[in-house]
């Protein structure tokens, strides 16, 4: 069984309320993410829980960040200054292949579904 990282239910909470405030059907929500609908409507029922994969798919659907989704009161997310190259640094090569992989899915999804 998967790992789920956050509560399933504000999870669903989450992808409900978004989807909702764009008054979109599960079935419309599927043509817009590339996740089946089958695979939508079994986060509902429970049976499943949504990946990374699945809520970055989300999230460019919405066009929203990951912030923004996480994010209960849909304020910007106050931002400080990061030197990225030394956060970068400490990484493991392991955690640098997991990065790499999750940099180049945003790129791939935002790039098919920024329609």
């Given at each position: 069984?998967?790992?789920?990282?956050?509560?399933?239910?504000?999870?669903?909470?989450?992808?409900?309320?978004?989807?909702?405030?764009?008054?979109?059907?599960?079935?419309?929500?599927?043509?817009?993410?590339?996740?089946?609908?089958?695979?939508?409507?079994?986060?509902?029922?429970?049976?499943?829980?949504?990946?990374?994969?699945?809520?970055?798919?989300?999230?460019?659907?919405?066009?929203?960040?990951?912030?923004?989704?996480?994010?209960?009161?849909?304020?910007?997310?106050?931002?400080?200054?990061?030197?990225?190259?030394?956060?970068?640094?400490?990484?493991?090569?392991?955690?640098?292949?997991?990065?790499?992989a999750l940099v180049k899915l945003?790129?791939?999804?935002?790039?098919?579904?920024?329609?």
């Amino acid at each position: 069984m998967r790992k789920v990282f956050f509560d399933d239910l504000s999870m669903l909470e989450r992808i409900e309320k978004h989807r909702n405030e764009r008054g979109w059907t599960n079935c419309f929500m599927a043509a817009k993410t590339g996740i089946s609908e089958a695979v939508i409507e079994s986060w509902f029922k429970k049976k499943a829980h949504p990946g990374m994969q699945e809520i970055a798919k989300l999230c460019v659907a919405f066009r929203i960040t990951f912030s923004q989704f996480f994010n209960d009161k849909r304020e910007p997310v106050p931002r400080k200054k990061i030197n990225w190259r030394a956060e970068i640094e400490k990484l493991s090569p392991e955690e640098l292949k997991k990065l790499a992989a999750l940099v180049k899915l945003y790129y791939m999804t935002y790039n098919k579904y920024r329609k």
